[in-house]
């Protein structure tokens, strides 16, 4: 396994879980969102703004399917499961790894949806927007782990157990 991807809502601690996994294991790191900002050279907010709901979905599709890293954990944005093409090219340089949570533990930690750069439709709420992305993060996921109730070590002790990795000598 050469990459450890991990998926899941906004909120699920895929960015703080990816960094300490990342340093626990000896891999680099690779926020997807800040790629894409790097990339388009604005923020996501701005870019969703900018480009809509589907343009924003296109220009994430194109980040992550050009991915192109080695021993590496990539936090990926909560709507990168829309994109099949760059979903597929993840599950062909790594591991996927849905990081689960219920709708509660979801709708408590995002008090500031808009400003995260969330994709939200016209007149979706949070409800809807987890229930239609549970079903693709389950479908895209070679792994689903539950970490409601979890800190993010326990997230992370989680994660290096579920992906059989051993701590690398420092």
Known sequence: MSNVVLIGMP?????????ILAKVIGYRFLDADLLIQQQENALLKDIIEEEGTNGFIEIENRVNASIDVDESVIATGGSVVYG?????????????????LSYETISARLSNI???????????TLKDLYDERRVLYEKYADIILDVDGQDIEETVEKLAKALDISKKRM
């Open 11 to 19: 909120g699920a601690g895929k960015s703080t879980a990816g960094v």
């Open 114 to 124: 808009k400003g995260r750069g969330v994709v939200l439709k016209d007149g979706q």
């Open 84 to 100: 099949d093409e760059a979903m597929q090219h993840l599950k062909e340089i790594g591991k996927v790894v849905y990081l689960k």
